[in-house]
């Protein structure tokens, strides 16, 4: 049994509350978080114990149905929650932390850690794969954040913050 | 005065007194009252708005400038429009800006010139798509579709289904339902395949036969032109022409009629008329309180022609900024983007730089309950998509949801699902009694468009000059 664990850190340019605010919406993950192509089911802000569906591409054009249920929330801290049918990967385990930090021009900004644990059976196939996947994996998480971003400076635009 | 003559005024004391009352003051309505007082007949246009313009709107920029958030382009062919507009002094000009259209797929821009986007997948397909369509719209009458060879069978189906029927396939379908995105306010699902190979045979005129290209092309085809000081003017221009025979925040209630004539009530009066024009959309006018009642059929067909659902979405800028990147400011984004089709509406002189999308269909669906500010952030992500990051610093944006207006409900106009135009459609402009029909969804050319609804007040002010 293969375990990973994949890590990426951002800083998004928005104020730790907004950030947290956006990132608890179940609803809004196909907004920002890559491959996700559609939320299929959802209950708003995010609850432990609650569950939400997304459709998602994978690799090339395949496409999967996953399902998530929230495990742990640390309000404007943390947040976990775990994922099946991403198959072959298992055990999908998907942790945001969030801290906030001062840009040098002294703006309220949010440093982003997102990462994804899992595991991948099949023992030495399962390590070839993750070389495949743990690339895409990684520019997906960093496409996320960076997408997260720009959904709130755009939501943000016109009101005068810049 | 016979009896029942005097019975009827006596009913309607207090009431004013015109040869016709034109109900809706869109440009069909004015164009009616226009060739009705030149033709010496007293006319009272009456109109629910506190404006005129109906589905015509300019929006205020500041220091002169507009920029519209209803009907906006015309083109070749629609020459009804064109000549009145000219007649009240309203000029047109280029709707295109120099410079390149983005098409986005998948979230990847693409930079291209010319009318083809630069997809390999989509364009065969595409290409036989476009064929079909010609193929069967040019087997349409566009002034009695329910006569087209296999007119049942058409109307059976959707146009999707039609269009997947004739092997075109995913890709094309969605580029097709990226003009219907803005042209219906749906998509290919929604309307009936008779429907919209009668509408596409309706983007002509009497020497030209409708093609596709025409309703969809940019110069040269429906998106060709603009007007000067907004589409709104023309409307504007024909109110002042009327001289006061307009009567505003008049929405109307009931229309009674019996052998000697037809009482309107509104909420600023009554008017007794020896006839009336109806030129308001058709939902809308089923909605009237109808002593006696619409023919059954005709009610049936009204309540059966609901518009689409479309809001514009318009960010304003200090300037046009993507014209000096070498960029239109045009867009076409493929499925699961909110916008599908965006212009640069910047007015004619250059400034302030004005981008305008259309949120419709499928789109408007999912978008159009969630916070404005959510929505904002969506509209401004697909505008940066195509213009770059700098779509964010807007100084001003505006939505224009058709929906939410009562005397609209909808829009651009109206689409017909399965079965409508084959069992009712010969309905549609039939008058009733004293009471006659105009409005762009009662052209045989432009079904839908300024174009159409300037015909269909011209058709309607002869049809009851004749019966006179
Ligand atoms: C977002 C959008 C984009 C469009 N783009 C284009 C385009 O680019 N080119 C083009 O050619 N066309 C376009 N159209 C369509 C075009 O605007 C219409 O076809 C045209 O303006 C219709 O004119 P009309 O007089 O038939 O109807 P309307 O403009 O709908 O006028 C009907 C009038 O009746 C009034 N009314 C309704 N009920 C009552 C009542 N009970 N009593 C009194 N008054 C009443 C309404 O207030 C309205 O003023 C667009 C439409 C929309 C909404």
Known sequence: MNHYVV????????????????????????????????????????????????????????????????????????????????????????????????????????????????????????LLLDSIQQPAMRAGMRTSMANLNTLIRSEDSGTGRR | MTDTQSTAAADHRGSRTTDVVVIGAGLAGLTAARELVAAGKSVAVLEARDRVGGRLLNHDLGDGQVTEVGGQFVGPTQDHILALAKEVGVATYQAAVPGETVYVNDGRAKRFTGHTPPDLFALPDMGIALARIGQAAAKVNPAAPWQTPDARELDGMTYET?????????????????????????????????????????????????????????????????????????????????????????????????????????????????????????????????????????????????????????????????????????????????????????????????????????????????????????????????????????????????TAEQWTQGGPTSVAAPGVLTDFGQWMGRPHGHVHWAGAEFSPYWNGYMDGAVRSGRTAAAELLDRD
């Open chain 1, 7 to 126: 890590t990426e850190t951002a800083v998004i340019d928005a104020p730790l509350g907004r950030v947290w605010d956006v990132i608890s919406r179940t609803d809004r993950y196909a907004e920002w978080v890559a491959g996700a192509i559609e939320v299929t089911d959802h209950h708003g802000v995010a609850t432990v114990g609650k569950t939400y569906a997304e459709r998602n591409r994978t690799l090339g054009p395949l496409k999967t149905d996953s399902v998530w249920t929230v495990r742990e929330i640390e309000p404007l801290k943390r947040r976990v929650d775990t994922g099946t049918g991403f198959a072959p990967l298992q055990d999908v385990t998907n942790t945001f932390e969030f801290r906030p930090v001062q840009s040098p021009d002294g703006r309220d900004t949010t440093e982003m850690t997102y990462q994804v644990e899992y595991t991948i059976p099949l023992g030495p196939l399962g």
């Open chain 2, 162 to 402: 039609w269009l997947r029927k004739a092997e075109i396939t995913g890709d094309a379908v969605d580029m097709i339902n990226l003009f219907l995105n803005s042209a219906y306010g749906g998509e290919a699902r929604d309307a009936s395949a008779l429907f919209s190979l009668w509408y596409v045979s309706t983007f002509g005129n009497e020497t030209n036969p409708g093609t596709m290209e025409r309703g969809t092309g940019t110069t040269g085809g429906a998106q060709d032109s603009r007007f000067v000081g907004g589409s709104q003017l023309v409307a504007q221009r024909l109110a002042e022409e009327l001289d006061g025979r307009v009567h505003l925040s008049a929405p109307v209630r009931r229309i009674s009629q019996d052998s000697t004539g037809v009482t309107v009530v509104s909420d600023a009066g009554d008017w007794r008329a020896d006839r009336v024009i109806v030129a308001v959309p058709p939902l809308v006018a089923s909605r009237i309180v109808w002593d006696p009642l619409l023919p059954a059929q005709q009610d049936q067909l009204f309540q059966r022609l609901p518009f689409g659902t479309l809001m514009k979405c318009v960010a304003v800028y200090d300037k046009p900024f993507w014209r000096e990147d070498g960029l239109s400011g045009m867009g076409l984004l493929r499925g699961g983007s909110p916008i599908r089709e965006m212009f640069d509406n910047t007015p004619p002189d250059g400034g302030p730089g004005v981008l305008m999308g259309f949120l419709g269909g499928k789109e408007w669906r999912k978008w159009a309950h969630r916070p404005a500010a959510e929505r904002r952030g969506a509209v401004l992500r697909c505008f940066a998509q195509v213009v770059g990051d700098r779509a964010f610093d807007t100084i001003d944006y505006v939505e224009q949801d058709w």
